[in-house]
T-cell receptor
Framework: AQSVTQLGSHVSVSEGALVLLRCNYS??????LFWYVQYPNQGLQLLLK??????LVKGINGFEAEFKKSETSFHLTKPSAHMSDAAEYFC?????????FGQGTTLQVKP | DSGVTQTPKHLITATGQRVTLRCSPR?????VYWYQQSLDQGLQFLIQ???????AKGNILERFSAQQFPDLHSELNLSSLELGDSALYFC?????????????FGEGSWLTVV
């Protein structure tokens, strides 16, 4: 079975600082990996996905993630945090078409 | 707006009761997924349907059942409800059912069991 582990349930950054949210995966086959964001009282919105076309994936709202097979990682980054980025972020791996999610990381952005 | 519609948005019911959550997938999507989100369990995959047929089952309790109708909408039935069933239930849809598919989520149905 495939799985993802998100390191750090809460991450706090200052506005304008680098955002780094960590995700490691476990998969016996080349994985399809996703990052979703959940704003308060809303559903999940796709930020970006990796499907083996390119190791550096650019998503919406200035986010990007890099697939590193040697480290089994798919960390999410954004160069400069905005207050509006405060939300919960989920890393997920596709298994037979369905998504297996990590436990989520809550991003707090301080003014 | 993802295009996935879920009703009701909020539901409060008593223990032992039965409720039905409804989902309309995005136009053209054949695959429907149900997920449960709770504080202690996180986001758990419950069940998937593809073009009317059950495709995959996850951590779905025997008290829960689902189906996908010919018009592709889906319903999740929760019976003999317990306090622990209080959660946010998401429906999601995608065009196909294979890896790499983009899966779109609805805004969820909040279920509170009292």
């Amino acid at each position: 079975a495939q799985s993802v582990t998100q390191l750090g349930s809460h991450v706090s950054v200052s506005e304008g600082a680098l955002v780094l949210l960590r995700c490691n995966y476990s998969s016996s086959v080349p994985p399809y990996l996703f990052w979703y964001v959940q704003y308060p009282n809303q559903g999940l919105q796709l930020l970006l996905k990796y499907t083996s076309a390119a190791t550096l994936v650019k998503g919406i709202n200035g986010f990007e993630a890099e697939f590193k097979k040697s480290e089994t990682s798919f960390h999410l980054t954004k160069p400069s945090a905005h207050m509006s980025d405060a939300a919960e972020y989920f890393c997920a791996v596709s298994e037979s078409g369905k998504l297996i999610f990590g436990q989520g990381t809550t991003l707090q952005v301080k003014p | 707006d993802s295009g996935v519609t879920q009703t009701p948005k909020h539901l409060i019911t008593a223990t032992g009761q039965r409720v039905t959550l409804r989902c309309s997938p995005r136009s053209g999507d054949l695959s429907v997924y149900w997920y449960q989100q709770s504080l202690d369990q996180g986001l758990q995959f419950l069940i998937q349907y593809y073009n009317g047929e059950e495709r995959a089952k996850g951590n779905i309790l025997e008290r829960f059942s689902a189906q996908q109708f010919p018009d592709l909408h889906s319903e999740l039935n929760l019976s003999s409800l317990e306090l622990g069933d209080s959660a946010l239930y998401f429906c999601a849809s995608s065009v196909l059912d294979r890896g790499g598919n983009t899966i779109y989520f609805g805004e969820g149905s909040w279920l509170t069991v009292v």
